[in-house]
Every structure is written in structure tokens, then in C-alpha cells.
């Protein structure tokens, strides 16, 4: 009875070490077939707006960072480089990071980079881009500057694609907006706001056809790198293509 007993017992431990295995074995598979099973470990790739740095992307970065993901900031020349040296040097970024799904995350003329690259490579990734008050149909306050003795020097190379924007977005991206309506800045100095807008952009020229989602907060322009709830409501469309409204 005693022996039965012990390879009854053993052929059960056998049984339970041959089902364990394989179910990780399956799971393990099932984490490696499917890259989007932990999005909490994305990467973001944050970008500045004109004449900033990407340090000052830095507060945001940490909030991710908080929230599960993997950001970093992006430095490029706003003004002394133009907008094509920006698309070919994230591009580049964003090809070195090796994920499917990369990001992004633009404030002001960061945001229009950030589609820009996105229009011209529309295979680079499956990453969702939130923008932070980028006049992503143009922006009346720099045309208004570029009248301005030394404007156009202050604009530099950005300044055609802050003229012009886009007309609408139709690439595989999703993309939100997150827009300010706190009238705090100088862009009323050069003209060309009207109705709601954040100092600088006016409200408006965000409203690009094509977006996933929009969302307006009480924020000013330069105040939206560094909202606690802007970066709340990125986190909300990086996890579920959507804000919280």
C-alpha cells in the first residue's frame, strides 16, 4: 500500500511539473508573440518647442516615468536647423529605440516635427502622438512675428512650417491634441489670435482635421510643458487612444 501510495503521489508531482511547464512555456510565447502585452514599458519620445530644449521636457518625462513608461527628450535646433534635418534626426531615434510602437510627444512646433516625421515615414512606427498647443494648421502669431524687423531671424528655419501647418491628417497615427485656454504670453503682440487660445496659439489653429481626439485645459502655452493634468490626459490617450473628458 505504501508503494502505490508513493508512486501515486510521485506520478502527480510528475503530472503537475509537466503542466506548469507548459503553461509557461505558453505564456512565456504569448508575451513574445504580442508587442504590445506590457504597454506600460512603451517608449515616449518627448520634443521641445521654438527656441526651448529638450530639457524642459524633463518634468513631463518624469510623470511618465511615474506612470509605468520608458520616456526620454528629444533636443533638436529649432531655429538654426530646419524642419527636415528635425523629421531625418528623429527618424533616426526612433529607428535606434528597435520597438513597434515608439511615442510621441510634441509641445508647440514639437508637435508639428513629430507629424511631419510621421507623414513622411508612415510605416515608423505604431506609436500615438499627443500634442501639447501646437498650431498644427498654422500659426497666426508667427506670421505676425515674421512681419517684425529681425522675425524672421527669431523664427529662423521653422518658420515656413509654422506658416503653413498641415490641412488635415489622414496618416495610420493616432493623434491628440491637448490645447490651453489661458490667454498668458506675447503672442497677442503680433496678431492674429482670436477667440479661445493659450497666450500663443489660439485654439482654433489646433483643430486639425483628421485628430483621434481633442481636448482643451486651462493652461498657457508654455504652462502645458509642465501641467500636471496635461500629462495626465497624455497618459489617458497613450493607454487608450483617447482623454479623459
Given amino acids: 500500500m505504501c508503494a502505490w501510495w508513493q508512486k501515486r503521489k510521485r506520478g502527480q508531482s510528475e503530472f503537475?511539473?509537466?503542466?506548469?511547464?507548459r503553461f509557461a512555456g505558453s505564456f512565456r510565447a504569448k508575451i513574445h508573440s504580442d508587442p504590445f502585452s506590457s504597454p506600460m514599458t512603451?517608449?515616449?519620445i518627448l520634443l521641445h518647442g521654438l527656441w526651448l530644449r529638450g530639457a524642459t521636457m524633463g518634468v513631463f518625462a518624469q510623470r511618465l516615468r511615474t506612470a509605468g513608461f520608458a520616456p526620454e527628450t528629444f533636443d533638436y535646433a529649432s531655429v538654426q536647423g530646419d524642419a527636415g534635418?528635425?523629421?531625418d534626426k528623429l527618424a533616426d531615434r526612433i529607428r535606434a529605440l528597435e520597438s513597434p510602437r515608439v511615442h510621441l510627444i510634441g509641445h508647440s512646433l514639437g508637435g508639428l516635427i513629430a507629424l511631419a516625421t510621421l507623414r513622411a515615414l508612415p510605416t515608423l512606427t505604431q506609436g500615438r502622438v499627443v500634442c501639447?498647443?501646437?498650431?498644427?494648421?498654422?500659426?497666426?502669431?508667427?506670421?505676425?512675428?515674421?512681419?517684425?524687423?529681425?522675425?524672421?531671424?527669431?523664427?529662423?528655419?521653422s518658420a515656413a512650417l509654422l506658416d503653413k501647418g498641415f490641412e488635415h491628417w489622414d496618416g495610420p497615427n493616432e493623434i491628440g491634441m491637448i490645447a490651453g485656454r489661458l490667454p498668458i504670453g506675447l503672442g497677442f503682440l503680433f496678431?492674429?489670435?482670436s477667440g479661445q487660445h493659450d497666450g500663443t496659439v489660439g485654439v482654433e489653429e489646433t483643430r486639425l482635421p483628421g485628430l483621434a481626439d481633442h481636448i482643451v485645459i486651462a493652461a498657457a502655452h508654455t504652462g502645458l510643458a509642465w501641467s500636471a493634468e496635461a500629462a495626465q490626459q497624455a497618459i489617458a490617450f497613450l493607454r487608450d487612444g483617447h482623454f479623459q473628458h
Fill in 42 to 44: 512603451e517608449p515616449v
Fill in 132 to 157: 501639447l498647443g501646437a498650431p498644427l494648421k498654422g500659426s497666426a502669431a508667427a506670421r505676425g512675428l515674421s512681419q517684425w524687423p529681425m522675425g524672421a531671424a527669431m523664427l529662423g528655419r
Fill in 191 to 193: 496678431g492674429g489670435l
Fill in 85 to 87: 534635418e528635425a523629421v
Fill in 16 to 21: 503537475c511539473i509537466r503542466d506548469a511547464v
